[in-house]
C-alpha cells in the first residue's frame, strides 16, 4: 500500500490521509482472533466489536474524511456444540485447516477439490457443508460456503445538506491561519480542532467572524505543527454550519 501512494492509519490513530487523493487503510477489529479464542462465547463479544467498528468511522468523518468504506475478507462459520468433523487421511493432503486443505500431488480425493485462485494447477479440498476437519471445533472458516465467501461491502458517507457558512480559502503562513468565509449570517465563530466535533481549540482562541468574511487564527503550539486538524464555522447555538480539513502549518 505504501507503494501505491496509499496512507496506512496505524493502531487507534484518527486523522486525514497524507496523500487525500489516494485515501488511507486502517484496520479495527478482532472478530477472527475472539472466535479462533472464544468460540461459541464470540456472540457475546459481536455487540462489542460492532460498536467499536462504528466508532472509528464516526472518529474518521469527524476528523474530515466524507466516505469510510467498510470491507473484510471473510466470513466464518459458527456452531455451538461443534460443527460435523469430516475425515480425511493426512497422506493425501500438504497441509490441512479447518475448512480447507491443499492436496498432495495428484491424490484421488472423494471430496470436493477446487483450482487455487493464485494458481489453478494447485487443488484445493473443501469439506462439503459445515463440515471441518478437526474435533471440537464450533468457530471455523476457509471453505466454499455463502457464509465464509460473501462478505459485507458497506460505504458510509457525510450527509449532503445546506449550509448557512462555506469555508472557501484557508492560506497558512506559519502557524497562522486566514480563513474566509462565505456567509449572510451574523454571529459565526471561526475555530480550530483536532476532531470536528471536539469543542477543545487548537487555536490561541476561536474568532468571531466579521463582515469582511475573513479570520486569522494563530497556533501557539508548535507540537502540532504537520498534524491534521479541522477548521469549523459554528453558529451562535455552537452547531459545525461547514468544516474543511487541513494541515496545521502547511505551506
Known sequence: MDS????????????????????????????????????????????????????????????????????????????????????????????????????????????????????????????PGIGVFYADIEYAHGGVTLQECVVPDIVVELGHRDHGAEIVKVDWKGMRCRVSVKTDAKGLIVDLRLKRNDPKSIATEAKALPESGGVTLIVEDDSHEGSGAVLVVLDPAGKVLHFVATTVGEA
Open 4 to 127: 501505491q501512494g496509499v496512507d496506512v492509519i496505524e493502531g487507534s490513530q484518527v486523522r486525514m490521509a497524507s496523500n487525500t487523493a489516494k485515501g488511507g487503510w486502517a484496520e479495527i477489529g478482532e472478530i477472527d482472533a475472539l472466535g479462533r479464542k472464544l468460540n461459541a462465547r464470540l456472540v457475546d463479544q459481536i455487540a462489542r466489536e460492532i460498536e467499536a467498528i462504528a466508532d472509528r468511522v464516526m472518529d474518521l468523518l469527524n476528523v474530515g474524511w466524507t466516505r469510510v468504506r467498510i470491507v473484510t475478507d471473510h466470513g466464518w462459520l459458527l456452531l455451538p456444540g461443534d460443527l460435523p468433523k469430516i475425515e480425511m487421511p493426512a497422506s493425501l493432503v500438504v497441509k490441512k485447516g479447518h475448512r480447507s486443505a491443499a492436496v498432495k500431488g495428484d491424490s484421488s480425493m472423494k471430496l470436493p477439490t477446487y483450482p487455487w485462485h493464485w494458481n489453478p494447477q494447485v487443488l484445493v479440498v473443501s469439506p
